[in-house]
């Protein structure tokens, strides 16, 4: 059986249109990437397809406390149960709905399988000239057991607004639940966008996530992704600059343990002169977990005056944990900088001497130096809440009882 | 930039662009050629024609049968039509093979030809205290010092001659670094390589001068494939100098070497390469296509450093590696990589640290100018039981033109947590400043951008033997021209 299987007796029995068909049929034909997809080299989805999953949703009323539980206390807040919108803030200048469908460029086969199975998502629309002062929070609660799920989501910001974003996807049971999750953001001229993705869900839980973003002139566009929980997680964020003065700037913090494995795809597609990305990805391996980060840069010919830089660093510290890093840069222009740069090691010893001669013990002196590892990235995000929660989480994840929020 | 400056540099770039390769010409020397084409018969001739015992036509046969089963690699980030293999002439020798006691016997032609180059065998012989083994279109015509280095024990001759004199040192290492099976290329080579050089340093003993072969290609149409053996035997020492120029031809030409080097306990091995083989013309016609696997084994505490200077062919696709196998054993890789005109490279290493407290650094410099591109690709793995290993690699690229590109591709896979890795890579180009700093004080912009690019080479060309530092300037010179003074 499996995840196909699922998918083949749940496609026989929907009514979708014919171009959806033709699209599920040549996946179920092609079936989902294998480790010699070279976007998937160090990924396997061979043991999450295993699984069973019940595709239909059955969408279980959900109660003010748990929300409370996992929201982050802001006043804009969307919720989703089950797919289902089950509450969307009034703002001004800004409209809220539900799925709507959307024309994707990427033709990546998970998202082929997305955009013919989804039902559910938001579509976000900013009005011109709107500067949010509150940011908008996003819940998708989900109650099925081994559910698999698929949210297909846009974001359109008018010309000259401004906005922030928090999202959490949250399982509700412990069952291995699988989310095919795809956002679209489009940046016209002079926006400021910043998305943060907290993905703390239930240790079972699997998720594969893309956000493509189109950025129009003077635009700039913050992502910042932070994992912390589920066993399995694949973030393929893309940026596309279509105009000149255009800014990308990337944050991710992982921070694994146990089995869990985490994926980092970036992509930013340098098309248009002028223009500048930014990528800090951290990542801290405790147990058997695993990393993987692909960060891809690539300069348009013609695409002079680029500023592009790109860090990934990890640190190992455990026997069994392990990282595949590869930082790719496609350069066709040739009055620009652009540079990466990859490390991987472990805490330094002298330091931790250091701390525990002055009678710091070792899980909180190691808990320090991993924090002042992965702060640089969470220092990024302008979120208050976002980032003391990363701390939080962090702290949590590390066995220690300490507040950095200093 | 001001319009009249971006005029200058378009001129300059031009100037770059449309500089001719120098070492176009070609030798009539007779050849005894086998028709073209590839067949198992093919094969058995070339075993016949070198006398080879039975062992080693086995092993052609086994590897022509395995090529016959694989699929040309498209994974590099190249075009080119792919070469047809049965339109290549497998093998071509010099009618008579000449037992040369002193280099007057030389064929006149040939003479003149290395003269052109610059080498001049008995310059060399007598100053430079190198012995040359010079391969001309798969057999090996003169060499030298061979008595020399006979008193030392050390074995340095054609592979023909070893798998005849030493079957049971061929026997055992050849493929054992590099296996027919590998890829493609390596498949190919092993069936069908003619000749090549063949090396063996005894226990202890360092190599009292530097070992080097030329290597030319000269009949149109024929494929070389060079098969080099290099092993370094417990506590021994070696520095190995290969450099390759070919004639201007307007066909494709085909280059498929293995190189295979054996680093016993302790022992160093040093391999340079110089190349230049005719990269086509400025509309991409012609040129060489270098499809080259070279791989070192060390063992332990063993070193084995790579530098290479990559100006020539139309296309190449070379990785030269180390296996880290024994404990604190030590991998090199210096590169510098120059694409012009419609050059394309797809060049870099592979660091495969299994052994315990082992260290590889990698520094690769890439310049590409004209319509041309330049990739580097990278592996850096350190296994689960190469504990307190540590990696450095730096790949700069520098970018002359807004025509042409310049990519980086390393994979890096760690597996244990006691081992370091570094990476850093940077694509830039000559910064407007640098060069005004430099006018300011009277250096033409040529003499400036020659002045950058030796300075940005200077890490690679450090390590290479004084000999070959020169030449190997030389050439950025040439493949620069216009813009390197």
Known sequence: MGLIKNIKSYSEGIQISAEKREILTSFLSNGFPTTKDEEWKYTSLKKVIANEYSIENKGTIIDSSVIEKYSLGLKNKIIFSDGRLINSPSIKGVNINGFSEFESANTDSILQLNKALSKNGFTISVDKNTALENPIEILFFSTTVNGFSQYRNQISIGENSEVKFIERLQNLNNSASFVNHFTQINCAENTKVEYNKIQNNTAESQLIDTVNVYQEQDSTCNINTLIFGGSFIRNNLNFEQNGSNCESNMNGVSILNNNQLADNHTFVDHKSAHCRSNEMYKGVYLDNSKGVFNGKIMVRPDAQKIDAFQSNNNLLLSDTSSIDSKPQLEIYADDVKCSHGCTIGQLDDDALFYMRSRGIGIEEAKAVLTYAFASEAIENISVEQVKSLAKKLLAKKLNVDLDFSL | ?485
Not at chain 2, 124 to 131: G, S
Not at chain 2, 446 to 454: G, Q
Request: contains cysteine.
């Open chain 2, 1 to 485: 930039m001001s319009e009249q400056k971006r005029q200058s540099e378009d001129k300059l770039l031009e100037k770059v662009t449309s500089s001719e390769y120098k070492y176009g010409f070609t030798t009539d020397v007779e050849s005894d050629t086998i028709p073209k084409g590839l067949s198992e018969d093919v094969v058995r001739i070339i075993s016949a024609k070198k006398n080879e015992p039975e062992w080693m036509l086995q092993y052609r046969l086994k590897a022509y049968n395995a090529w016959l089963e694989m699929e040309e690699p498209n994974w590099a980030n190249i075009n080119y039509t792919k070469p047809n293999y049965q339109e290549i002439i497998y093998y071509s020798a010099p009618k008579q093979k000449p037992v040369l006691d002193s280099l007057d016997d030389l064929d006149p032609e040939m003479k003149e030809m290395f003269d052109k180059l610059g080498i001049s065998i008995d310059e060399q012989n007598k100053l430079a205290n190198v012995a040359v083994d010079i391969v001309m279109d798969s057999v090996s015509v003169a060499t030298s010092f061979k008595e020399t280095l006979a008193e030392k024990g050390i074995i340095f001759c054609p592979i023909s001659d070893a798998i005849q004199d030493h079957p049971e040192l061929v026997k055992k290492y050849l493929g054992s670094v590099v296996p027919a099976r590998d890829n493609f290329f390596s498949a190919l080579n092993a069936a069908v390589f003619s000749d090549g050089s063949f090396c063996y340093i005894p226990k202890g003993v360092k190599c009292p001068m530097e070992l080097s072969t030329y290597f030319r290609i000269n009949e149109a149409g024929t494929g070389q494939f060079e098969r080099t053996l290099l092993i370094a035997d417990e506590g021994s020492q070696v520095s190995y100098l290969e450099g390759c120029t070919a004639p201007m031809r307007d066909e494709n030409q085909l280059h498929a070497a293995v190189v295979e080097l054996i680093a016993m306990d302790n022992a160093d091995i040093k391999y340079s390469t110089v190349q230049n083989w005719y990269p086509g013309n400025a509309e991409g016609v012609g040129g060489v296509f270098n499809f080259v696997t070279k791989r070192g084994i060390c063992h332990k505490s063993a070193k084995i450093s790579w530098t290479q200077v990559e100006t020539g062919s139309a296309v190449t696709w070379k990785y030269p590696s180390c296996i880290l196998k024994g404990d604190n054993s030590i991998g090199e890789f210096f590169s510098v990589a120059v694409t012009n005109n419609r050059q394309q490279a797809d060049t870099g290493t592979k660091m495969i640290h299994l052994g315990k407290n082992t260290k590889s650094t990698i520094i690769a410099k890439g310049i590409s100018a004209g319509k041309s591109e330049g990739n580097y690709r990278g592996l850096v793995r350190i296994s689960k039981g190469a504990t307190n290993s540590r990696n450095f690699s730096q790949c700069d690229s520098l970018l002359m033109g807004n025509k042409c590109g310049s990519h980086t591709f390393p994979y890096i896979e760690v597996k244990n947590n006691s081992s370091k890795v570094e990476h850093e890579a940077t694509t830039s180009k000559i910064g407007e400043d640098q060069i005004f700093y430099c006018n300011q004080r009277g250096i033409g912009t040529e003499a400036a951008i020659a002045l950058i690019v030796n300075g940005y080479c200077k890490d690679v060309l450090n390590q290479l033997p004084m000999e070959f530092a020169v030449e190997a300037q030389k050439l950025l010179e040439i493949s620069l021209e216009g813009s390197v003074g």
